[in-house]
C-alpha cells in the first residue's frame, strides 16, 4: 500500500514541482491570443473555459489505455508502478504540454503539420499515414471494447452488433458537429462517472487494505517477465502515448489563455497517471500473483479483469456504475479520434470544414474503413496500435526538442525521454514477431546503432535551422 500510495503523491507533486519547470522553460505569453478567437469558425475554433477543456482533455486522452494497459502491466509487478510514475511525470505529461502549446502558437495544427515544419518536409508525409493509421486503429478498437464490455454488463439481452451500430452512429454525430453541440455539453456528465468510478477503486483499495505488492529490489518485476521493452509498449496512456499528440490540438483551437496550457495538458496526463496506477494496483491486489491474473486474462481479456475487480471491491451495484465509467473511456476516445483524423485529412488537402458537406465529405471513407478494421482479430489490430502509438510519442518529443533547441531553451526535457522511447521503439521493431523478429542481443545493437544515427541527424538539422532562424511560431494578432 505504501508504493501505491507514495506514487499516487509523487504523481501530484510532479505536477506541482517538474509541471511548473515544464512551463517555465517554455514560456508563456499571457496577452497572446489564442486560435480560438482569431480563428473563430463556430465548429472547431470555439473558446470553452479552462474546466470544461480540461475535462474534455482527460476524456479525449483516457481512452482504455489506463486501464487495460495497467491491468496487463500489472504481470511485471511494482515496476509498472515506476514506469507509471517517471514516465507520467517526466516523459507523458511534457509530451502533452509541449505539443499542446507548440500547436497553441501555430494556429492549432495538427501532428503532421507540425512534424513537416520542425522535421522536414519528408516527416509530414509519414507522420501524416501514422497518425491517420494510428486514429483509425483507435477509432476500431474503440468500437469494439466499449461494445464488449456493454453486451457483458447487459448479459447480452442486445446482439454485440447492434451496440457497435449505436456506438458508431454516436461517433458520426460526434466528428460532424461542432464541437461545443455534443462534446462540451456531454463530456462534463461522462468526465464525472470517469471520476466517480476510479475514486470508487481508488477507496476500495484502501478501506479493504488491499494486498498492493510493495517495491523493493528482491520484488521489482516476476523474473519470467522482462521489463525492456514490452512493458513501455503494455502501460502506454497511463505513462507515454502518442495518441495524446493527435488528441491535443483538438483543445489547443478552444483553450482562452495560454496560462491554462499546464493544468488542461500537463495536469490531465498526471490525472490519467493517478488512474494507471489505482487499475495497476487494483489488478495486482485482488489475485494470487501473476499467474493467476494471466489466466482471467487469457480467458476473458482486461475486460473480464474490470468486471472482477469492481464487483470485488463494489458490489453488484457499485460495480456496474464502475464499469459504465470504463466503458465512458474508450467512447470519449473514439469519437475524438475520428474527429482528429477528420481535421488531419481536412488541414493536409486544404479544406474548410464550416460547411457540413465539408466534414461529411471527409470523414464517411474514415467510417468505412474502421468498420472493415473491425473485422480483424482484435490482438493483432492492439499489438499494431501499441507499435504504432509509441512510434508517434517518439516524434512528438523530437518536434518538442526542436522547437526549444530553436528557441535556445532547455531542450533535453524532451529529448532525453524521446532517445529513450526511440531505443525502446526500435528494440521492439527489430525484436517482435510483427516487425524483424531478431534475437533480443541483435535487437539491442541495432537499436543503438538507429538512435545514435538518428541524434546525429537531429542535430545536424537542429543547429542549422537555429542559425537559418526558422520560425517557429505563427504571428497573428486579434
Known amino acids: 500500500m505504501k508504493t501505491f500510495l507514495g506514487g499516487i503523491i509523487l504523481l501530484i507533486l510532479g505536477y506541482f514541482t517538474y509541471g511548473k519547470i515544464v512551463e517555465k522553460v517554455f514560456g508563456i505569453k499571457q496577452d497572446r491570443p489564442t486560435p480560438a478567437y482569431v480563428n473563430h469558425d463556430g465548429v472547431d475554433y470555439v473558446p470553452m473555459s479552462t474546466s470544461k477543456n480540461a475535462l474534455i482533455q482527460l476524456l479525449n486522452i483516457a481512452g482504455t489505455g489506463p486501464i487495460f494497459g495497467p491491468i496487463m502491466g500489472a504481470l511485471y509487478g511494482p515496476a509498472a508502478f515506476v514506469w507509471i510514475v517517471i514516465g507520467s511525470i517526466f516523459a507523458g505529461a511534457v509530451h502533452d504540454y509541449l505539443i499542446g502549446m507548440i500547436s497553441l502558437r501555430n494556429r492549432g495544427a495538427h501532428l503532421p503539420a507540425l512534424a513537416s515544419k520542425f522535421l522536414g518536409q519528408t516527416m509530414k508525409y509519414l507522420v501524416h499515414i501514422l497518425a491517420v493509421l494510428l486514429l483509425l486503429l483507435v477509432g476500431t478498437v474503440f468500437v469494439i471494447t466499449p461494445a464488449s464490455l456493454l453486451h457483458v454488463l447487459i448479459d447480452g439481452k442486445l446482439a454485440l452488433g447492434i451496440i457497435m451500430i449505436i456506438i458508431f452512429s454516436y461517433y458520426i454525430l460526434a466528428t460532424l458537429l461542432p464541437i461545443d453541440q455534443i462534446i462540451g455539453r456531454l463530456y ?238 526500435f528494440t521492439y521493431i527489430f525484436h517482435a514477431k510483427i516487425g524483424f523478429h531478431l534475437p533480443m542481443n541483435t535487437s539491442w545493437i541495432g537499436s543503438l546503432i538507429g538512435t545514435l544515427i538518428v541524434l546525429i541527424l537531429f542535430f545536424h538539422i537542429a543547429r542549422k535551422a537555429r542559425e537559418n532562424k526558422w520560425p517557429i511560431e505563427e504571428k497573428f494578432s486579434r
Open 188 to 425: 462534463p456528465y461522462f468526465g464525472a462517472l470517469l471520476i466517480l468510478s476510479a475514486v470508487g477503486v481508488g477507496v476500495g483499495l484502501v478501506i479493504t487494505r488491499a494486498p498492493i505488492p510493495e517495491l523493493s529490489f528482491t520484488n521489482f518485476h516476476p523474473e519470467q517477465t522482462p521489463i525492456f521493452p514490452l512493458l513501455f509498449f503494455t502501460i502506454t496512456c497511463g505513462a507515454l502515448s502518442g495518441f495524446h499528440a493527435t488528441q491535443t490540438p483538438i483543445i489547443s483551437r478552444t483553450i482562452q489563455k495560454e496560462s491554462q496550457g499546464r493544468k488542461i495538458f500537463y495536469g490531465m496526463m498526471i490525472a490519467e497517471g493517478i488512474i494507471a496506477m489505482i487499475w495497476a494496483a487494483a489488478a495486482m491486489s485482488l489475485f494470487d500473483g501473476p499467474g493467476e491474473l494471466n489466466e482471467l486474462l487469457k480467458v476473458g481479456g482486461p475486460g473480464a479483469v474490470v468486471n472482477e475487480v469492481s464487483t470485488s471491491l463494489l458490489g453488484a451495484l457499485g460495480g456496474t456504475l464502475v464499469v459504465l465509467g470504463v466503458v465512458v473511456l474508450p467512447i470519449t476516445s473514439g469519437d475524438t479520434a475520428f474527429r482528429s483524423a477528420r481535421m488531419i485529412i481536412a488541414e493536409y488537402l486544404g479544406l474548410a470544414q464550416r460547411k457540413l458537406s465539408s466534414r461529411l465529405w471527409v470523414a464517411f471513407p474514415l467510417f468505412i474503413i474502421a468498420f472493415l478494421l473491425t473485422k480483424i482479430d482484435f490482438n493483432l489490430l492492439w499489438r499494431y496500435f501499441s507499435w504504432a502509438n509509441q512510434s508517434t510519442a517518439v516524434i512528438t518529443l523530437f518536434i518538442g526538442a526542436m522547437y526549444l533547441y530553436i528557441a535556445k531553451k532547455n531542450y533535453w526535457i524532451s529529448l532525453i525521454p524521446g532517445t529513450f522511447m526511440l531505443i525502446m521503439v
